[in-house]
């Protein structure tokens, strides 16, 4: 058992398997075109004075690896400063549609892979899983175009945070290892306005079973070089799809496509219940893998909002909102299909598990639903269709905190029936709203609107259709709906005290974020975004800009 970073076992197959671009040493950070390659190598540009900022003792448990890192080792090695044997640091090669739109090579201009730990497995996931290492913000790479590689403080911060946070709420993502000062500034223009200026550098090591994308396929079908698509098919069938089959063939890809498909439309599924907004959802911004990927201007819905999007560059268009999520992941998953085409006999074939896509995210968005409300919903009883619906319809009445409406849902079954019982309930919900105004307590058209929700879900709750006891039912609804979320101002609270140097309410808050469906001992983190974050850069919205 690894015991330090220095003692991992690093492994190649994606290099050795797949061909690539070895250049030379003068021409490996300079943009180019690499085609014929699924990856180009690549050593982390050195930085001056590393220093481990952030590290999460699960995400290291993935590795093998237990109790606290020696911070001059991790931070030598998890800022690319250090190579490790074994490690064959390279950045992979992949194109994509950025907002509908076909942006040719892209490919990781700033994110070099290191190489694959085989890990100790972890809580869902297999023992003995391998598990790419990667450095986000280590250096230009031939895919960087006008960029120098780096990333800042704040948006590799915002991504630790996140990724970690995601996992303990049970969304299936990439992880996050550690988070190092780079001990140099990067220029970045936050909101594109013309007005750069010098921030904190910092790099992030990210994790993942392999962080290929729906991009790597569609740069390969785009430029005819469906051989080494093939190649690729068949790694990712060996090492991550393995129950498909390990030899390329048309069953096997067809597979490989619908699990892609089920994956997608359970994560998304999911993005929804927490009130995720990935903000730049791309084809090159989506895995095979079916996990999160790539935390740029994400956001959480602090107002219930299907037009919500926290990303200033999508502003006019809304493609990537947040009701708009699912449909966006069927569209994607289309031009992922149209990227194996060529790898397949019969391309049709590959159209059920598309159309699939749509039943597979019902099904799931459906059952966490019901869980949420504590009921067993008939969705073809009209009567149950039409109380969700005019839920969402309440929630969007005025401006309303999703998360805390749920918990207090929850609290709303077990507060007794009769008139006191009627006013009380509603009462509970006071802190979900934003204007006081709209309050139920103050608004008597919103004060209707959820008496009437509330007692045809509390008629609904205790239905004799309802076989399982009450107080089970409501522990499910607690762990369906969140108490605690990463939510933009947090995360900015966190950056500006790390800027100052300040590490303890980054601290506090990935704690909180280890026991989401917990109410914390302190109230602030289950609040409602306060009113002076409302319109504060970094905590309303954001740009691609890190």
């Not at 970073?5 to 061909?19: A, I, K, Y």
């Not at 950025?98 to 890990?119: K, M, N, P, S, Y």
């Not at 909101?191 to 550098?201: K, L, N, T, V």
Request: with cysteine; aromatic share 8%.
């Amino acid at each position: 058992m690894p015991r330090t970073l220095s003692e991992l076992t690093f492994d190649d197959t994606f290099v050795r398997t797949l061909p690539g671009e070895v250049p030379p040493p003068a021409l490996a950070r300079r943009s180019r075109d690499v085609p014929h390659a699924a990856w180009a190598a690549v050593d982390p540009t050195p930085v001056p004075a590393p220093r481990l900022l952030a590290y999460s003792p699960e995400a290291a448990a993935l590795l093998g690896l237990e109790g606290t890192p020696d911070p001059g080792e991790a931070a030598a090695v998890l800022s690319g400063n250090r190579r490790l044997p074994g490690m064959r640091p390279y950045a992979a090669r992949y194109g994509g549609h950025q907002f509908g739109h076909w942006a040719g090579q892209l490919g990781d201009g700033r994110a070099i892979t290191l190489g694959e730990v085989v890990g100790a497995g972890g809580p869902g996931t297999r023992g003995g899983q391998r598990w790419e290492v990667q450095l986000k913000g280590a250096g230009p790479t031939a895919f960087s175009r006008r960029s120098d590689g780096r990333a800042v403080l704040r948006s590799s911060l915002r991504e630790f945070l996140c990724s970690e946070a995601m996992f303990h709420l049970g969304v299936p993502t990439t992880r996050a290892l550690a988070l190092v000062d780079t001990g140099e500034p990067v220029v970045r223009d936050m909101f594109y306005d013309g007005h750069p200026r010098a921030e904190p550098g910092a790099i992030v090591t990210r994790l993942a079973p392999t962080f290929v994308r729906l991009g790597h396929f569609e740069i390969l079908a785009e430029r005819g070089e469906h051989t080494l698509g093939r190649t690729l098919a068949g790694w990712l069938l060996t090492h991550h799809f393995p129950e498909l089959g390990t030899v390329c063939t048309d069953d096997a890809l067809v597979g490989l496509f619908e699990t892609t498909v089920a994956r997608t439309a359970r994560m998304v599924s999911d993005w929804m219940h927490v009130g995720f907004v990935h903000g730049v959802m791309n084809t090159d911004n989506l895995s095979v893998l079916g996990i999160t990927i790539d935390y740029g201007p994400y956001g959480f819905t602090d107002v219930y909002d299907p037009d919500f999007t926290p990303n200033t560059t999508d502003f006019q268009s809304r493609r990537y909102r947040y009701g708009h999520q699912p449909a966006v992941a069927h569209w994607n998953l289309y031009r992922f299909a149209m990227a194996l085409a060529p790898l397949i006999t019969d391309p049709a074939r590959l159209e059920p598990g598309l159309s699939a896509f749509v039943t597979h995210f019902e099904d799931h968005w459906r059952a966490r639903m019901a869980r949420r409300l504590g009921l067993t919903l008939d969705w073809t009883d009209p009567g149950d269709a039409a109380l969700v619906k005019d839920l969402l319809a309440l929630l969007t009445a005025v401006e309303t905190d999703p998360a805390i409406f749920f918990r207090r849902l929850i609290d709303a079954t077990a507060t007794p029936a009769g008139r006191s019982g009627d006013a009380e309930r509603v009462r509970l919900f006071d802190p979900a709203y934003y204007d006081p105004s709209a309050r139920p307590a103050d608004d008597g058209d919103v004060r209707a609107r959820l008496q009437g929700f509330l007692d045809r879900h509390r008629a609904r709750f205790d239905d004799p259709r309802e076989t399982t006891p009450a107080d089970v039912r409501r522990a499910g609804m607690r762990a369906a709906s969140p108490a605690v979320l990463p939510r933009n101002y947090l995360a900015q609270e966190a950056i500006d005290a790390a800027e100052r140097g300040d590490l303890q309410p980054l601290e506090r808050l990935l704690d909180v974020c280890r026991r989401p469906y917990e109410d914390p001992a302190d109230a602030r983190y289950t609040a409602r975004r306060p009113e002076w974050a409302r319109d504060k850069a970094g905590c309303s919205a954001l740009s691609c800009s890190s």
